[in-house]
């Protein structure tokens, strides 16, 4: 073979073209590989489509209105296991089935093209869905935590207006946002979310408060309630431990460790009075262990469990059964007699 001699000018040239071509490859097979996931993602849009003109008459005004909310879930950047979700909820081949999924799927649909987290919507749906509640439950717990949602929208971006800023990770306000409605659904008021946005406000000017810190308060806020202390007293303590400047891992510390002492047997009102004056006086976390522990309301297992765990953590927020469940009759769990509300009157 003949060997190419090209002058230095002649070598960069070529080594450029080379480059062009690995680069133009390279591409290729990525697009090509894209597409191929794309194509794969989106059969169960075919399938879904399919179904509805299978099922549905031509032409009817449900068919149609379920292809549009076909439509809009795509827009809305939902999943397909979000999008099967939507639609797996009645028979097609029932029209008062197929007007309650329309409806549910708007009061969903609704919410996120409002700019809001459709998250908790999503999450009692699909509870809904897997335990059969019927169709007029399902409406008033999506009512109720599209509520929630837009008053937690609300609440928190007023706080942010205050002062207390976010720390900058992409989507922290709309998790914030989720993760204050679901303090409402578990108990919380309207009223005591300002309450502790307000103490979050005043502490941010000292520089000792951020949107974490809101939101883990309102977070302690609920595991007090939920360990059987009174909702004002409960909401009172966690502005304190705002106030007294505790971080949010220490606010979740503090509401894990009244849970855990509900399951001892020690007297469970001058626990949570003496965790009070603890968080009064700006105890550290390690001195309200050791007193935890003194007092009969944990024990060495309740600190470290097996592989370095802390069972307190393992019940805490975000464990399972947790965030008002339904029950047994297709919603309950987190809702009041009214099957509305969390532990206390809802507004």
Request: net charge negative; proline share 3%; aromatic share 4%.
């Amino acid at each position: 073979m003949k060997r190419l001699n090209l002058s230095r000018h002649g070598r960069k040239k070529y080594t450029g073209l080379l480059v062009l071509l690995a680069a133009f490859f390279i591409h290729a097979g990525l697009a090509m590989g894209q597409n191929e996931t794309q194509n794969s993602d989106r059969q169960w849009v075919r399938d879904i489509r399919q179904n509805i003109e299978q099922h549905s008459p031509a032409d009817s005004p449900q068919s149609d209105q379920l292809m549009a909310n076909l439509d809009r879930c795509l827009n809305q950047g939902m999943n397909s296991e979000q999008v099967q979700t939507m639609f797996s909820a009645g028979d097609f081949d029932n029209p008062d089935q197929v007007r309650d999924m329309l409806a549910h799927q708007d009061r969903i649909l609704v919410v996120g093209e409002a700019g809001l987290p459709m998250e908790p919507m999503m999450e009692k749906f699909r509870e809904g869905h897997m335990k059969h509640a019927r169709a007029e439950m399902m409406d008033r717990v999506l009512a109720q935590t599209d509520h929630n949602i837009r008053v937690s929208d609300r609440v928190v971006r007023e706080t942010v207006a205050g002062g207390v800023h976010p720390s900058g990770h992409p989507g922290e306000i709309n998790s914030a946002i989720v993760d204050v409605s679901r303090c409402l659904w578990d108990g919380l008021h309207e009223e005591d979310l300002e309450h502790i946005g307000q103490n979050a406000r005043m502490q941010s000017r000292n520089g000792g408060c951020g949107l974490g810190e809101f939101v883990a308060a309102n977070q302690a806020a609920t595991r007090f309630t939920q360990s059987g202390m009174q909702r004002h007293q409960a909401v009172v303590m966690a502005s304190e431990a705002l106030h007294n400047g505790y971080s949010a891992q220490e606010m979740h510390t503090m509401g894990d460790m009244m849970m855990t002492g509900t399951h001892w047997d020690g007297d469970h009102q001058e626990m949570m009075d003496n965790m009070g004056d603890w968080i009064h006086q700006g105890m550290s976390m390690d001195e309200m262990t050791e007193h935890m522990m003194d007092g009969g309301w944990m024990g060495p297992a309740d600190m470290m469990g097996p592989g370095g765990s802390h069972p307190m953590n393992d019940m805490g927020w975000g464990g399972a059964g947790h965030h008002g469940g339904m029950g047994d009759d297709g919603m309950g769990g987190g809702m009041g007699d009214d099957g509305m509300g969390g532990g206390d009157d809802h507004h």
